[in-house]
């Protein structure tokens, strides 16, 4: 048995005994302008989104050699390929010659990258391979004209990048510990079930949402929180990440079971919070849902990738059905529930009813999140590379 999966059940096991939970020392309050002012949420989405590694793809998501993924994240073109030699690079998805858009947004396999306005060529390096009508059109250093690097990294199935050309970062040192608690999902060994993009709420708003037990039991009554126990809430924190672990609706039962015979993960489930827009999150079974929020042109919107997993493909029909039912849960959660929630939370912010919010003891990892959001932003320039 997992010693620490243990270790978690008889701490969620204790609050559901004592009808407590994990606290924060204090209350904290937050100033409505870090959900709507725009010059700061510009600001922020410079400093924290656009220096920082962030969670683009799942190491799942391009399995051969050959494979990419093509996206647009916050305006910034990206195109991510697994080469020959299996390695993970990620580039600026724009032609060097007049600035096209190498290929459009989506997932797939190809030998070459063709420009569509000129055909200039590249690899899967990135390197400029080849040029329609270069005996007329003059000469060039052709290793000067290569696509413009990103900076990525592959870690615990997950591939991180950053989205300024320039940045580096020890993909290492940004996860630290939390990094072993990734490995322990073994993600690139799942199956890719679907995966969807949902318009959400404000990044903030949004985010809070995924951070909290609080609200399950009003907002969840009739999905998820069918299945979890409200207000409970035990927190392990790495740094500006974080592992939340909720108790199942079944955790009592652990009390009638000699401690050697505890399936642990059958009464909690975790969420693997990483900073600044990862969720991951186990629920029902062998099913996982990832969750990438990126922030829209506004402080008011998000578009958040969805994506379901499962542990392996579905092939019977009664597997199918599983998978389907898991799929149409969470999509219901999230869109209908927590984000219908959140859409109202931001149309009432200009009702002038409240010039800040207030995060309670018993919402300890919201109140990690603002204060990471604070000291990356208090950071000298010369200190984002990790």
């Not at 037990?213 to 929180?225: C, E, I, P, R, W």
């Not at 859409?343 to 200009?350: A, L």
């Not at 002038?352 to 932003?377: K, T």
Request: a negative charge; hydrophobic letters at 40%.
């Amino acid at each position: 048995m997992n010693k620490d999966a243990i270790a978690l059940a008889e701490r969620a096991l204790e609050h559901f005994v004592n009808k407590t939970t994990d606290q924060a020392e204090a209350t904290m309050e937050i100033s409505l302008s870090a959900y709507r002012d725009e010059e700061r949420y510009a600001r922020e989405i410079e400093r924290v989104f656009k220096h920082l590694p962030l969670a683009l793809a799942l190491s799942l998501e391009l399995s051969e050699a050959g494979s990419y993924k093509a996206m647009t994240v916050m305006g910034v073109p990206v195109l991510i390929v697994r080469g020959e030699d299996l390695k993970i690079r990620a580039m600026l998805n724009v032609c060097r010659h007049r600035g096209a858009k190498l290929c459009a947004d989506g997932a797939g396999k190809k030998r070459v990258f063709a420009c569509p306005y000129h055909a200039w060529t590249y690899d899967h390096k990135g390197s400029l391979k080849g040029r329609y009508g270069g005996d007329t059109f003059g000469e060039i250093a052709n290793d000067q004209y290569g696509l413009t690097v990103l900076h990525c990294e592959e870690r615990s199935g997950i591939i991180w990048a950053s989205l300024t050309p320039g940045d580096f970062f020890d993909v290492d040192a940004w996860l630290g510990d939390f990094g072993e608690e990734l490995n322990t999902l073994d993600l690139k060994n799942w199956h890719l079930f679907e995966q969807r993009d949902l318009p959400g709420p404000g990044w903030k708003v949004t985010m809070d949402g995924y951070l909290e037990a609080y609200h399950h039991q009003l907002v969840h009554k009739d999905t998820v929180g069918k299945y979890t126990v409200g207000n409970l809430l035990v927190l392990d924190t790495y740094g500006p990440h974080q592992r939340l672990t909720f108790g199942r609706q079944s955790l009592g039962d652990l009390l009638n079971q000699p401690r050697d015979q505890w399936d642990p993960m059958e009464h909690i489930r975790l969420i693997h919070s990483g900073f600044p827009n990862l969720s991951i999150s186990g629920i029902l079974g062998d099913h996982c849902l990832v969750s990438q929020i990126f922030p829209g042109a506004t402080p008011t919107t998000t578009i958040t990738r969805q994506t379901i997993l499962v542990a392996k493909e579905p092939k019977t029909e009664s597997e199918i059905a599983a998978s389907d039912n898991f799929s149409a849960l969470t999509l219901k959660a999230v869109q209908e529930e927590d984000y219908g929630i959140g859409f109202g939370i931001q149309g009432c912010m200009d009702s002038d009813a409240n010039d800040h919010f207030i995060f309670g003891r018993n919402e300890p990892a919201v109140q990690n999140y603002h204060r990471w959001i604070a000291r990356f932003m208090n950071l000298d320039d010369n200190a984002w590379c990790f």
